[in-house]
């Protein structure tokens, strides 16, 4: 792998442990749909980064979420519960994003935090480059 591509994985990984400090910190202040868009962000970041790990890369968000449906959870490279994470999440965000009258569970963004902390680090380990 050559040092432009690891620094570049290195950096998208960064990104999505950026974007968990911000979701943390939206959550301490009661900022749930900023939270939720930040969650998913995350995710997008470290499905994207492992794609790119992969030799795979979309242009829209709805072809990253089928890449790793067909690339990663099909081939068992994460555990299936994640397969329901990514999707709702992607499905939340887009609400929280795009609609106006949507209530946001606080206990529910709250319980996401761990649960994509964990699907952010699964997804580090499967990235040689981020290991060292």
Same mark, same amino acid.
């Given at each position: 792998?050559? +040092?432009?591509?690891? $620094?570049?994985?290195?950096?998208? #990984? ?5 974007? /968990?400090?911000?979701?943390? &910190? &939206? /959550? !301490? !202040?009661? $900022?749930? =749909?900023?939270?939720? !868009? =930040? ?10 980064? $492992? ?7 979309? *242009?829209?968000?709805?072809? /990253? ?5 067909? +690339?990663?959870?099909? *081939? ?6 994640? =397969? *329901?994470?990514?999707?709702? &999440? ?10 106006? $009258?949507?209530? #946001? ?11 994509? *902390?964990?699907? #952010?680090?699964?997804?580090?380990? &499967? #990235? ?5």
């Amino acid at each position: 792998m050559t +040092d432009e591509k690891t $620094l570049y994985l290195r950096h998208r #990984i960064s990104s999505a442990r950026e974007a /968990i400090v911000s979701a943390e &910190l &939206l /959550i !301490n !202040n009661q $900022l749930y =749909r900023g939270a939720i !868009n =930040r969650m998913y962000y995350a995710c997008f970041y470290a499905v994207s980064t $492992l794609l790119l790990q992969l030799g795979k890369s979309a *242009k829209t968000h709805a072809g /990253i979420r089928s890449l790793f449906n067909q +690339d990663i959870m099909r *081939k068992r490279l994460l555990p299936q519960e994640y =397969r *329901k994470l990514y999707s709702d &999440l992607f499905d939340v965000r887009h609400e929280a994003d795009y609609s106006d $009258l949507v209530e #946001i569970d606080p206990v529910q963004t709250g319980q996401l935090l761990p649960q994509v *902390k964990r699907f #952010i680090d699964a997804i580090e380990q &499967l #990235i040689p480059a981020c290991r060292q």
